[in-house]
């Protein structure tokens, strides 16, 4: 199993340029998770999945929109960039079902997105 | 939504038991508590995970007291290799509302 996979690793942007971040995970999770990180701010939830077909809004929104077409891809769109979206950016995914022992998040390797 | 709260940094050596606390004043009746780590250049990793009392895994110990307004990472006999950012996770499994801490900086040293 790959887990959790982030397409780019690396970009750069200029302002107002669009882009569009591609995560994939391989093991059937029905929730997925973009997160971003920057330093001291830790990482803060942008948008989140529950089940393909469905997004919900996070911490931190504004300026980004997501799909969720397919169970296992969770699409991250800039549509107009800005300096201020300059940070790493993290997509997990996770299953958590009554039962479990625990609930944890998988985490891919992360996006690292300039915006000039 | 919970706000959390950790040290920035700790400093321990080899050998040592590390005890990381986050604070959690605002925390949800539905709301779990998860330690992530996480090394340079790479996603967190799942450390631990409880909702209160102890809970105890082959690597760490996590510590919940009754209010559950804070948390108490463990990390018996670190290694070098435990020098990471640790990350305290508050939120519920099922919904959005998922706060991390702004982690916490642990350096071991020989």
């Known amino acids: 199993n790959a887990g959790v996979t982030q397409t780019p690793k690396f970009r750069v942007l200029k302002t107002g340029q669009s882009m569009t971040l591609l995560c994939a995970q391989d093991?059937?999770?029905?929730?997925m998770y973009w997160y971003r990180q920057d330093p001291g701010m830790g990482l803060r939830l942008i948008h989140y999945s529950v089940g393909e077909g469905t997004t919900a809004k996070g911490e931190v929104p504004d300026g980004y929109n997501v799909s969720r077409l397919k169970k296992q891809n969770f699409l991250l769109g800039l549509e107009s960039a800005a300096p201020s979206q300059t940070s790493v950016y993290f997509c997990?995914?996770?299953?958590?079902?009554?039962?479990?022992?625990?609930?944890?998040?998988?985490f891919g390797p992360g996006t690292r997105l300039t915006v000039t | 939504l919970a706000k959390t709260t950790q040290p920035i940094s700790m400093d321990s050596y080899e050998g040592q038991e590390v005890n990381i606390t986050c604070s959690h004043n605002?925390?949800?009746?539905?709301?779990?508590i998860t330690w992530y780590q996480q090394f340079p250049s790479q996603g967190p990793r799942f450390i631990i995970q409880g909702y209160k009392t102890k809970v105890t895994n082959e690597v760490a110990s996590l510590f919940i007291p009754a209010d559950r307004k804070s948390s108490t990472l463990s990390l018996p006999r670190v290694s070098l290799s435990d020098t990471a950012v640790y990350y305290c996770?508050?939120?519920?499994?099922?919904?959005?509302?998922?706060?991390f801490g702004q982690g916490t900086e642990l350096s071991v040293k020989p």
């Open positions: 997990a995914s996770s299953y958590p079902k009554a039962g479990q022992s625990s609930y944890e998040q998988y």
């Open positions: 093991m059937n999770h029905e929730y």
């Open positions: 996770l508050v939120g519920d499994p099922w919904g959005g509302k998922l706060i």
């Open positions: 605002n925390i949800a009746t539905n709301d779990y």
